[in-house]
């Protein structure tokens, strides 16, 4: 079966860094584009950043554009989200996501960010 799992999270001050991973599991994970959403507390869940199966093609939200990097490595089935100068508004929780389309969509767990002095 399909599974994402989440890694990374944590607590960061304003300014600072952290990196998500995410392995992948349970089918052919270089097919197929991977994105990371979150969430946060009282808001809809928002698409941060997505890549397509070779790297070809990367897209960001308008608000982690310029700090956020989303990256891949197929050999290993991971996908990562390298995010730098964090903000008190990028805490919530952070979601891998693999939409496989008539196999359906899978999430994984999530994960905590919390960004605070």
């Known amino acids: 079966q399909v599974q994402l799992v989440?890694?990374?999270?944590?607590?960061?001050?304003?300014?600072?860094?952290?990196r998500l991973s995410c392995?992948?599991?349970?089918?052919n994970f270089e097919l197929w584009a991977m994105r990371w959403y979150r969430q946060a507390?009282?808001?809809?869940?928002?698409?941060v950043a997505r890549i397509s199966p070779f790297a070809g093609m990367i897209n960001y939200a308008d608000?982690?554009?310029?700090?956020?990097?989303i990256s891949r490595d197929n050999a290993k089935n991971m996908v990562y989200l390298q995010m730098n100068s964090l903000q008190p508004e990028d805490t919530g929780m952070y979601f891998c996501?693999?939409?496989?389309?008539?196999?359906?969509?899978?999430?994984?767990?999530?994960?905590?960010?919390t960004v605070s002095a």
């Open 63 to 69: 608000s982690v554009k310029g700090r956020f990097t």
């Open 97 to 113: 996501n693999a939409d496989l389309q008539q196999r359906g969509t899978y999430w994984g767990q999530g994960i905590q960010v």
């Open 6 to 18: 989440e890694s990374g999270g944590g607590l960061a001050q304003p300014g600072g860094s952290l």
């Open 23 to 27: 392995v992948a599991s349970g089918f």
């Open 41 to 47: 507390p009282g808001k809809e869940r928002e698409l």
